[in-house]
């Protein structure tokens, strides 16, 4: 049995092979195991995962409430790059900002549910992709900061959908789409501009640890229902896949939980 505070899963690509899962950094990757009964049981206790201040209930996956109100990356510009106001010197935090935002974004086509449009930080594009349970990615574009990133994206947002259907998502493995031909349609949407830098990349394909899909998908929130057992099926996304259900371990981020 083992004590801890849950973080968002770290995640390790390897082509051609599933994607490897770590509830703990130091420890063995939960894909072995698969086909064995896990049980995780909340303790009571929740921790900001910014300040470490134990809080009774957790905002935006993770932080207290002043946390919240706060701090940058908890402003509402990062749920709508379009939104970004740094520019305007009203920045929560500038150097979190110049760090995380004025830095290149990706504007990239992903195949979860169906085919959606998002953008990411460059640098972190797998990373973001297999907490999506992408199957398939492909680039777009290049853009010097995050706002250039939600302009383009305002616009691709009229021609393809920009949220992942997270049942749909864990109850199969998504249909393979010529994600080329579906590059070049979003291209021909997408206004040029000199800060746009297009891409040729190939597509990226991805596989994730599941032995079985669910027929159902019942989620379980540890704020109600503290202690969930049961055989693990498979891991996609963010999320855990049950016998008995699913849970999005970045949504619980903070709370401490027993896992055996």
Known sequence: MTLMTLRKMKTEFREDKPVLYFLQPDEPPLNERLGTTVTLRASGSIFCIACGRKTSKSFNHGYCFPCMRKLAQCDSCMIKPEQCHYHRGTCRDPRWGEASCMIPHLVYLANSSGIKIGITRAFQRLTRWMDQGAVQA???????????????????????????????????????????????????????????????????????????????????????????EGTLLGIKGQYLIFDTGVINVRSHAGYEVEVS
Do not use: C
């Open 138 to 228: 492909i680039p777009l574009a290049t853009v010097k900061n995050r706002l250039d990133a939600g302009l383009i994206e305002v616009v691709l947002k009229q021609h393809f959908p920009d949220k992942t259907n997270w049942r749909a998502m864990l109850k199969s493995s998504a249909e393979s789409l010529d994600m080329e031909a579906l590059r070049d349609d979003a291209l021909g949407f997408l206004p040029m501009h000199p800060f746009t830098e297009t891409s040729d990349e190939p597509a990226v394909t991805l596989h994730y640890p599941v032995l079985e899909y669910p027929q159902k998908v019942l989620s379980f929130n540890l704020e109600k229902q503290p202690h969930m």
